[in-house]
DNA sequence: CGCAGGGTTGAGGAACATCAAGACCAGTGG
DNA sequence: CCACTGGTCTTGATGTTCCTCAACCCTGCG
């Protein structure tokens, strides 16, 4: 499930979303890309990307595939705590934490880029605005975790987890890997239900549900939405969470649009 | 309820905090305790500190009270999405993000610092070690949400509310603001069951469970824990989340600390 | 062949939400 | 002074959601 995609644009995911985020321009996105070339491992589904309780040395981008962050709870369940995209930058915090608070694990195969403590004190100096822009990141992805939380706390099963696909959805859009509002789709209903906090059973009804409503439609690997604007209407989506033109994402029912009002028009002054 | 310790102490409770956490030494704390001095608002319960969809000019630091960070949904409920103690950073999305993705309103009366665009640039540039400072409570506050994740998705309503409990103690606790297991608590049955996602009756019921089994005792604001360690042991709490040495949070039972190690230990190498 | 992992379905019960009502208290306008 | 209001806490009755336990099927794989 690795898509040679990349191959045929310039752009990897990440810069490919901070571009449509009007974060960084192509020029800056270059430097961006050499240096994401640099350092790339290619681990293998259910393979950790690092562990709970390791030191961190690195920062790590997804490239391509999915991986969870899972916490282990004292009772030694594994809770996932958040999904990771590709374009994603998977924790920030190499430069103060003495260790990770939580494991990230590959769902299916994902190709990861490294980038050193060194390197990326380089950046900063000789590329400020990248290094900006990979901040705008972190930020953006405390908004998403907030997002994560309200989907969890306000909405029951089904809309639940229509949001948890919208949310996917509509990151997996922004970094480029959304075709026909159809992407790759390596989790297990085990997986889906850790996320959702649900048990596996009722997340396998609840996806019944959702499937004889014509709203998904799952097949070899690859998860479809065949109307994202229901989906979204199902769940009470709101994309303001994810900082960007609402007009860039594939939920054409005019609400998120209202809601996220022109937030693009005001990136101009981003770095005044 | 607003707390007069920090005319005793030099330190507000976010130096406190940061100190505790072996981030800061006292010399460079005097820097931001005078910085943190210079644009105190004082906002009475119940206002807004700020609201969802302004656009981000300065970012905010509890000095005292407690805050919740929440976001409307689009039915027009007002979905907890994370609790401000003491001493925390509200938001460092000022750089970067056109608007803020969810509200932040005071609960009980809170004193609020003001550090504007400016006033931050300057602070970088003349103490790269307090920005830095900075930037590790931003990562410790992301660790902290993802703990909140794991506390709505993996808990049920007894552990869960106790969860929170162990995490609010510990955090307030480090900024300095608890005696004897005890802390201020402004918080209604309402806003406690939004931050848990459950409805005011149940979290009622389940308040009335951890009361009987004498593991909380609530009267005049004040919420005291007359044995933190069986409220852990009931939660299943880690506070590895919280970054700092074991040692210095009221879970006297070891488990933590077997969990935590030394965190402390290597903090030493943190600026290397 | 056996076996493990993933998906599916059913029955029963526990956890939680919903609806309803009442107690208590602070405020507030008559 | 009173009546009235709204907010908070509390309790009960009832129904829904969700979990638990238990199967069973399928597939890939040793």
């Known amino acids: 499930m690795i898509s040679d995609e990349n191959v045929r644009?310039?752009?990897?995911?990440?810069?490919?979303k901070l571009i449509r985020s009007g974060i960084l321009d192509t020029s800056a996105a270059v430097v961006l890309d050499a240096l994401l070339a640099r350092d790339v491992r290619l681990i293998e589904g259910g393979m950790p990307v690092f562990e709970q309780g390791d030191k961190p040395e690195s920062i790590e981008i997804i490239l391509d595939g999915w991986a969870v962050r899972e916490r282990v709870m004292t009772d030694g369940r594994r809770q996932t705590v958040g999904i990771l995209c590709n374009g994603d930058v998977c924790d920030f915090n190499i430069f103060m934490m003495a260790r990770v608070d939580s494991g990230c694990r590959a769902v299916g195969p994902v190709r990861v880029a490294r980038i050193g403590r060194q390197a990326l004190n380089i950046l900063n100096r000789q590329h400020p605005r990248v290094g900006q822009a990979l901040w705008w990141e972190t930020m953006s992805s405390a908004s998403i975790q907030r997002e994560w939380v309200a989907n969890l706390a306000?909405?029951?099963?089904?809309?639940?987890?229509?949001?948890?696909?919208?949310?996917?959805?509509?990151?997996?859009?922004?970094?480029?890997?959304?075709?026909?509002?159809?992407?790759?789709?390596?989790?297990t209903q085990v997986d889906l239900a850790s996320a959702c906090g649900l048990t596996a059973e009722h997340c396998n009804r609840t996806l019944r549900s959702l499937r004889e409503r014509d709203l998904m439609v799952l097949e070899d690997g690859t998860i479809a939405f065949p109307d994202?604007?229901?989906l979204a209407e199902l769940a009470g989506f709101d994309a303001s969470a994810l900082h960007c033109d609402p007009a860039l994402l594939p939920f054409a029912n005019g609400r998120a649009a209202d809601i996220c009002e022109s937030i693009t028009s005001s990136l101009g002054q981003v770095f005044a």
């Open 228 to 230: 994202p604007a229901a």
């Open 154 to 187: 306000a909405r029951r099963a089904e809309p639940r987890i229509a949001g948890l696909f919208c949310m996917l959805l509509a990151r997996a859009t922004l970094a480029g890997s959304v075709k026909d509002a159809a992407m790759a789709w390596p989790f």
């Open 9 to 16: 644009t310039p752009h990897s995911r990440l810069t490919t």
